[in-house]
């Protein structure tokens, strides 16, 4: 079993800052993946930013040259540095990890966090 525990979403006003973190735990092989999502009500989740074991990262065009995702792999934990913001970004962020558990090395598993609430007044 994996648990994600996140932290730092908050109320900012258009134009300042905020940094998420996720860290995993758990019986973690390897964390195949790190990112974030983010949910707006009335809207589906979709991708904000991701980052692989292998280095690759990618943005949701509506976040690049503003957010910056970064990884600790000591710590398991992701971060997402949110710049710039915007009254869109307003949604509930979650963490996604996709996993290889100790116990089942062929397998991977996506484990999701509880998602944070990161509201943007203009």
């Known amino acids: 079993q994996v648990q994600l525990v996140e932290s730092g979403g908050g109320l900012v006003q258009a134009g300042g800052s905020l940094r998420l973190s996720c860290a995993a735990s758990?019986?973690?092989?390897?964390?195949?993946?790190m990112g974030w999502y983010c949910q707006a009500p009335g809207k589906q989740r979709e991708l904000v930013a991701v980052t692989t074991s292998g280095g690759s990262i990618n943005y949701a065009n509506s976040v690049k040259g503003r957010f910056t995702i970064s990884r600790d792999n000591a710590k398991n934990t992701v971060y997402l540095q949110m710049n710039s913001l915007k009254p869109e970004d307003t949604a509930v962020y979650y963490c996604n990890a996709v996993v290889t558990t100790t116990q089942a090395r062929g397998v991977t598993f996506n484990y999701w966090g509880q998602g944070t609430q990161v509201t943007v007044s203009s």
């Open positions: 758990g019986s973690i092989f390897r964390i195949n993946s």
